[in-house]
T-cell receptor, first 113, second 115 residues
Framework: AQSVTQPDIHITVSEGASLELRCNYS??????LFWYVQSPGQGLQLLLK??????LVQGIKGFEAEFKRSQSSFNLRKPSVHWSDAAEYFC???????????FGAGTILRVKS | DGGITQSPKYLFRKEGQNVTLSCEQN?????MYWYRQDPGQGLRLIYY???????QKGDIAEGYSVSREKKESFPLTVTSAQKNPTAFYLC??????????????FGQGTRLTVV
């Protein structure tokens, strides 16, 4: 069965510092990969997605993610974090021949000034 | 504006009662989903539907029921058989396709509390 692991439950970074949120997936074939962000009490907003091509994907709000097949990883990065980036981030995977998204447990990002 | 509308935003239920959460989309998406969110557990799939009049159980369907009589609507009923229904419920939709990395679009959620 597919699974998604986000090893870090909480991460705290200083405003202006760089950020990397980790995501590892378990799936045999090439999956479709997504990163979503959620503000408290709100729905999820898509940051970026990957399904083929260039392994470095650019998203909204200055985020990017890199797909590394050899490591089964799809880590999210941002070079300089803003206080408004404080939220919960979810990595998700979808099979090529299915519609179901499987989500990781999420990483809560705190930004300190 | 196109999107997914969930109502109500907050819902209180007495123990032993059934409640229905509404989800409507005007994105013309074929597929719709219900997820349950609990702190530290991410999103868990309750039910999903890929076409009108058809739906499948997700990972935690016990104590829940759905219907899909219209393309735009996918209501979720939380029955009295659900032992721990207090949670945040998210509805989503996506284009039903194969070979394309279509993302799911989410509503703003309904917070259900048993009192």
């Amino acid at each position: 069965a597919q699974s998604v692991t986000q090893p870090d439950i909480h991460i705290t970074v200083s405003e202006g510092a760089s950020l990397e949120l980790r995501c590892n997936y378990s799936y045999g074939a090439t999956p479709y990969l997504f990163w979503y962000v959620q503000s408290p009490g709100q729905g999820l907003q898509l940051l970026l997605k990957y399904f083929s091509g260039d392994t470095l994907v650019q998203g909204i709000k200055g985020f990017e993610a890199e797909f590394k097949r050899s490591q089964s990883s799809f880590n999210l990065r941002k070079p300089s974090v803003h206080w408004s980036d404080a939220a919960e981030y979810f990595c998700a995977v979808r099979r090529e021949y299915g519609n179901k998204l499987v989500f990781g447990a999420g990483t809560i990002l705190r930004v300190k000034s | 504006d196109g999107g997914i509308t969930q109502s109500p935003k907050y819902l209180f239920r007495k123990e032993g009662q059934n409640v229905t959460l509404s989800c409507e989309q005007n994105l013309n998406h074929d597929a719709m989903y219900w997820y349950r969110q609990d702190p530290g557990q991410g999103l868990r799939l309750i039910y999903y539907s890929q076409i009108v009049n058809d739906f499948q159980k997700g990972d935690i369907a016990e104590g829940y029921s759905v219907s899909r009589e219209k393309k735009e609507s996918f209501p979720l009923t939380v029955t009295s058989a659900q032992k721990n229904p207090t949670a945040f419920y998210l509805c989503a939709s996506s284009i039903h396709s194969i070979g394309i990395a279509t993302e799911a679009f989410f509503g703003q959620g309904t917070r259900l509390t048993v009192v």
